[in-house]
């Protein structure tokens, strides 16, 4: 699907990867939906819009909260006579802590926002998409997601949700109007563990790279625009996620064990 004039809801417009996909859009003359429950952050994405914020709509909201997500879609469908994209972006990360650590509350939220977040978008906007001539949903799981990662097992279980999930959408929806993207970042260079109510570490992305092997947002936004314009089923993001990716796939032992002996220090 050509995103130029499209309009597009992105969740977790107010930082890191999805803002950058809301500027994007925004520079292909798309009206953009920019959700997010940080205020001063959408704020800033507005600020950062210039000449586009004009087509800019930000909402904040509970991406969890059924009936501010079944008011928003009305609004959309008011506002713009339908809506052709969804981006599901918004996501935490955990404390970096062992299965036994952990606290129920940690992973209950992990999941309610990851998973249940996604599902509920998916279910209240999927109607409308569907009446679109073309319409296309991305769901971003994780690299994560696909190879465990010892101190982030809840963040990676909720995210091979999301990947199972968003593959499961895929397959159902093919012959209808509407394509769907799942994207597995690697490492990018954000700010999700503060975001994710962690405390600041600017110097390492989550999944304990340094600042300069993780991935630019940018670029990153860039890569998941053009998977939408090219109807691409699967997207991994930087060479992490790719080489990774083909190490699990050929020893899931070796690849595990090597992220493993990278990461025991921080638990
Ligand atoms: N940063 C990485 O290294 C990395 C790697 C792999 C996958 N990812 C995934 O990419 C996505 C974007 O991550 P990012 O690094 O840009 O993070 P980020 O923290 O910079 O941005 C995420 C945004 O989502 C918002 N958000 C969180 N929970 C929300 C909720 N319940 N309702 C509404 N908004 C909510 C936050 O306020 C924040 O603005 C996430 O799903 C993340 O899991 C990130």
Redesign the pocket.
Known sequence: MRVNYKVFMV??G?????RELVLNLLRKECKVVA????KS?LEETERLAGEYAGALITVE????NVAAMKDLVDNIEYQYDGIDGVIN?????QPFKTINDIDPDSIDRIFR?NLM?TLNIIKIFLPSLLKQRQAHIVN?S???GFLPVAGQAIYGAS?AAVKILSEGLASELSGTSVGVTTVF????Y???KA??GLGMDAGA???GYSADA?FS?VRAAKLIVKAIEYNKSRLYIGKDAKTMNFLYRLNPSLATKLIYNKIRHKM
Do not use: F, H, R
Request: hydrophobic fraction near 35%.
């Open positions: 969740t977790g107010g930082n890191g990867l999805g959700v997010d429950k940080d952050a909201a509970d991406i969890t972006n918004a996501g935490i990360i926002i977040g971003v994780s690299m994560g995210k970042p690697g490492a990018m954000t700010n999700i975001n994710s992305g989550p999944e993780a947002p």
